[in-house]
């Protein structure tokens, strides 16, 4: 028995089957065209064609695809809306006023009429569109209304108005309309104008308006917070963070430029409400939107010290307005005692920080001048105390002093458990330390600063001026030196700045006296070389890291005493009024004690730093001595008597010696360029040829000694001032003899594989045949034509490219065989 479907049932699968008879006849037509095309003229088949979707009626067209149905729709959607407008703008005068409302009406709810259907078949883009140009309508339709009935009523008023009537039909509108994403977000960002347009409208004062904000931002905050559309959620939370920035912008204002503290407790009222909201939206919101509950607290506790430090502000005299501040943000950091929720203590805490960060940065110029006031005194040392440019912040002590005590407080304050920081038991622990390190850090540097402009704030006498950097500087290298200290390296290395920074001020405004000059220096000195003396004697810490940061703060502490203890020699020869030799031959003291010092093993882990910084001093004694010869040649000649006291220690051996014998040797030389000696030879020869006998054995002592140490100083001790002396000499005989004796010892140097008697012999002779040859070479260029010389020097660089990789070759051989040479 057959089963029969039902008619209808039947009549669709027989439409399905004439579609695939029309698909195929379609393809078969298609294939014939081809075959029967001409070659030249080939017809390439159509892909097969999709099979349209079958229909309930052979006689229905078949539909069009979603995406021109979307088109469609837009664009009778657009040109529905454009005929409405132009038909409002155009032929409005023809109508009356009934006719107006009618055609205003009638348009605008069709427009908002058509997303339904669309809605209904699916076509989301399209609805969107239109339902954009019915709000577009509905704002032309309230522009209108305002025009024909309304032309006298004040403009913001009737804005104000309107703008709610629109935020409050869209909102509905898209409610309604669940599926458009478009009209609620308009209705948000509409809402926040009603209430500021009518503040503005009834003339209201600055404070009206910016409460009309912040409730507007209440009213926004709400809604982000009950709506369970994330879109809404978006726009109603960022116009809330708007609003709320504009109110607080205007409190902020008139709290600063009140003048009594009525006038401040207005807008400090509306800073705390709007406190208030922050903390509110950050306690609801700390677990969803951790960084919007931590910036919102941050933002109420900026508006609370902003509230209580405008009223206080108004009630202190002038100058201690930073000083009012700075005690709110204190009063405000003790939150982070309390067990409210981490990101409002996180937010409060930072809010705090800021405040007390702004205060301390209107602090600095006084502690500039403190250290740098004593730069003005440098043109006109010992004069007196410089006019120090203070800039009139009596009270700079008091913040910087209140911001050490309130990160003490912090650094020792109670912890949080690992549950309250969100860590793990180990990470809380660390967490810890290092903000306890770093608390502890900045409390010592405001401090040492607080104190540092304590005498400038009080006017204090110049003694007390003075003696007030150095007694810091004692105090900061007793924590550097200390062998356990709170906070560990950290502080230390902040302690040593301080020393460092109020060393270097204490010495700058010791230069209004003599007296005041040299005792400072002394006092310096003894200090920075009784803590370099107490850090080397002290344990070495067991971890590398330590050890590392342990030779570093002793090289900078043996290196500052070094550089005090020489200006500390300057300064009294100057104040004893010796002359610039005698203060040279003085200064190089410090080399000589700081080479016998370096020595010794108990030093050796800053002999190095030490050293370099006695060269500093002894450059320093040359260019003291540069104005007088004969002081001069003394200077280097000490210099190198120092070098040669260190040489005697194998590991400076090398360096030490090299450096001996070149200021010796130049110690000769400036002392016969004093004593004008025209044959310098008489005094080198009698050098020379000890020097080279003593060289000559110390070769058959050590063969493997090089021939620079055992021939380089006293051949040079010869040729260089015999070539000095040939260059100025007009006559033949001088550079003859040089020349040959020159040649005599490249030959010797050549012959033995001796570098020191190769390298100066060639040298020397080289320049004694280009001097000779200077004048007959100028003259034959100034013979040549002009082009001449270029064009060679550019034949010369082809060829020398030309042979470039053979002329490298022969150089590395060259330095080969220097390098084999003793």
């Known amino acids: 028995m057959k089963n029969v479907p039902p008619p209808a049932q039947e009549l669709a699968i027989i439409d399905q089957e004439l579609v695939r008879l029309d698909a195929r006849r379609g393809q078969l037509l298609a294939r014939r065209a081809y075959l029967l095309s001409p070659p030249a003229q080939p017809v390439r088949p159509s892909a097969p064609q999709a099979s349209p979707p079958a229909s309930t009626s052979a006689s229905l067209p078949a539909s069009p695809p979603p995406s021109a149905q979307n088109v469609l729709f837009m664009l009778g959607g657009v040109l529905l809306a454009i005929a409405a407008i132009a038909f409002t703008l155009v032929s409005w005068g023809h109508l009356g006023i009934g006719g107006r409302a009618a055609v205003l009406t009638g348009v605008t709810v069709l427009t908002l009429a058509v997303p339904v259907p669309l809605l209904r078949r699916g076509l989301r883009s399209t609805a969107e569109a239109v339902a954009a140009l019915g709000l577009v309508l509905t704002v032309l339709d309230a522009y209108a209304l305002y025009r024909v009935a309304l032309p006298g009523t004040d403009g913001l008023g009737y804005t104000a108005a309107a703008t709610a009537v629109l935020a409050a039909l869209w909102a509905g509108y898209g409610t309604a309309l669940g599926a458009l994403r478009g009209p609620l977000p308009a209705a948000v960002l509409t809402a926040q104008l009603p209430l500021t347009l009518w503040a503005l409208a009834t003339g209201s004062t600055p404070l009206t308006v910016a409460w009309a904000l912040l409730v507007t931002a209440a009213l926004d905050t709400a809604l982000a917070l009950r709506t369970g559309s994330r879109t809404v959620q978006g726009f109603a939370g960022v116009a809330a963070g708007t609003t709320a920035s504009g109110a607080l912008l205007v409190a902020g204002e008139l709290s600063v430029s009140a003048w009594t503290p009525l006038t401040a407790l207005r807008p400090g009222a509306l800073l705390l409400a709007a406190a208030a909201l922050g903390l509110f939206v950050a306690r609801r919101r700390q677990a969803e939107w951790r960084a919007v509950a931590?910036?919102?607290?941050?933002?109420?506790?900026?508006?609370?010290?902003?509230?209580?430090?405008?009223?206080?502000?108004?009630?202190?005299?002038?100058?201690?307005?930073?000083?009012?501040?700075?005690?709110?943000?204190?009063?405000?950091?003790?939150?982070?005692?309390?067990?409210?929720?981490?990101?409002?203590?996180?937010?409060?805490?930072?809010?705090?920080?800021?405040?007390?960060?702004?205060?301390?940065?209107?602090?600095?110029?006084?502690?500039?001048?403190?250290?740098?006031?004593?730069?003005?005194?440098?043109?006109?040392?010992?004069?007196?105390?410089?006019?120090?440019?203070?800039?009139?912040?009596?009270?700079?002590?008091?913040?910087?002093?209140?911001?050490?005590?309130?990160?003490?407080?912090?650094?020792?304050?109670?912890?949080?458990?690992?549950?309250?920081?969100?860590?793990?038991?180990?990470?809380?622990?660390?967490?810890?330390?290092?903000?306890?390190?770093?608390?502890l850090c900045g409390s010592l540097a405001l401090g040492w600063a607080g104190v540092l402009v304590l005498p400038l704030a009080l006017d204090a006498v110049y003694p007390v001026v003075v003696a007030m950097p150095l007694a810091l500087t004692a105090a900061s290298l007793a924590v550097v030196v200390v062998s356990?200290?709170?906070?560990?390296?950290?502080?230390?290395?902040?302690?040593?700045?301080?020393?460092?920074?109020?060393?270097?001020?204490?010495?700058?405004?010791?230069?209004?006296?003599?007296?005041?000059?040299?005792?400072?220096?002394?006092?310096?000195?003894?200090?920075?070389?009784?803590?370099?003396?107490?850090?080397?004697?002290?344990?070495?810490?067991?971890?590398?890291?330590?050890?590392?940061?342990?030779?570093?703060?002793?090289?900078?502490?043996?290196?500052?005493?070094?550089?005090?203890?020489?200006?500390?020699?300057?300064?009294?020869?100057?104040?004893?009024?010796?002359?610039?030799?005698?203060?040279?031959?003085?200064?190089?003291?410090?080399p000589a004690t700081v080479a016998l010092l370096a020595a010794r093993p108990s030093t050796r882990p800053v002999a190095v730093p030490i050293e370099i910084t006695a060269a500093g001093a002894a450059l320093l004694a040359v260019i003291l001595a540069s104005g007088r010869a004969p002081v001069l040649a003394l200077v280097l000649a000490l210099c190198g008597v120092i070098a040669a006291g260190t040489a005697v220690r194998a590991e400076r051996r090398t360096v030490a010696g090299y450096t001996a014998t070149a200021l010796f040797v130049l110690a000769t030389w400036v002392r016969l360029a004093a004593s004008e000696v025209s044959v310098p030879e008489a005094y080198t020869l009698p050098v020379t040829l000890p020097a080279l006998a003593v060289g000559l054995l110390r070769r058959r002592r050590d063969p493997a000694a090089s021939s620079w140490t055992a021939y380089g100083p006293g051949l040079a001790a010869t040729l260089l001032p015999s070539l000095l002396a040939a260059?100025?000499?007009?006559?033949?005989?001088?550079?003859?003899?040089?020349?040959?004796?020159?040649?005599?010892?490249?030959?010797?140097?050549?012959?033995?594989?001796?570098?020191a008697p190769l390298i100066l012999g060639g040298t020397v002779l080289a320049l004694v045949a280009l001097h000779e040859l200077a004048p007959y070479v100028v003259q034959v260029v100034g013979a040549l034509p002009r082009w001449l010389p270029p064009a060679l020097a550019g034949l010369l660089l082809l060829a020398v490219g030309a042979t470039y990789e053979q002329r490298l070759k022969d150089a590395h051989k060259v330095r080969r065989s220097l390098g084999r040479m003793r």
């Open 294 to 439: 931590l910036a919102c607290a941050a933002v109420a506790g900026l508006a609370g010290i902003a509230a209580v430090g405008g009223v206080v502000r108004t009630a202190v005299p002038d100058g201690w307005t930073a000083p009012g501040y700075l005690l709110c943000a204190v009063a405000l950091s003790t939150v982070v005692r309390t067990r409210l929720p981490r990101p409002l203590v996180q937010g409060l805490a930072g809010a705090a920080g800021v405040v007390a960060a702004l205060s301390v940065l209107w602090a600095l110029p006084s502690v500039a001048v403190a250290l740098l006031g004593g730069v003005a005194a440098i043109p006109e040392i010992w004069t007196g105390l410089p006019a120090v440019p203070w800039p009139g912040q009596p009270t700079a002590p008091v913040v910087l002093l209140t911001a050490a005590g309130a990160l003490a407080a912090v650094a020792y304050g109670p912890r949080r458990d690992a549950r309250d920081t969100g860590a793990g038991a180990g990470d809380g622990v660390g967490v810890a330390t290092v903000t306890r390190a770093l608390a």
């Open 484 to 590: 356990r200290v709170p906070g560990g390296s950290p502080v230390r290395i902040t302690a040593l700045v301080c020393a460092l920074a109020g060393s270097i001020g204490g010495s700058l405004v010791s230069l209004g006296s003599r007296s005041a000059t040299v005792t400072a220096l002394a006092v310096l000195s003894a200090l920075f070389a009784g803590a370099t003396v107490a850090a080397v004697a002290a344990t070495t810490a067991t971890r590398a890291t330590e050890a590392v940061r342990t030779r570093s703060t002793r090289a900078v502490l043996a290196c500052t005493a070094v550089a005090y203890t020489t200006a500390l020699v300057t300064a009294a020869c100057a104040v004893a009024g010796l002359s610039t030799g005698t203060t040279a031959v003085a200064v190089l003291a410090v």
């Open 727 to 755: 260059w100025g000499d007009t006559h033949w005989s001088r550079p003859l003899l040089l020349g040959i004796a020159a040649l005599a010892i490249t030959l010797a140097g050549a012959r033995l594989g001796l570098q």
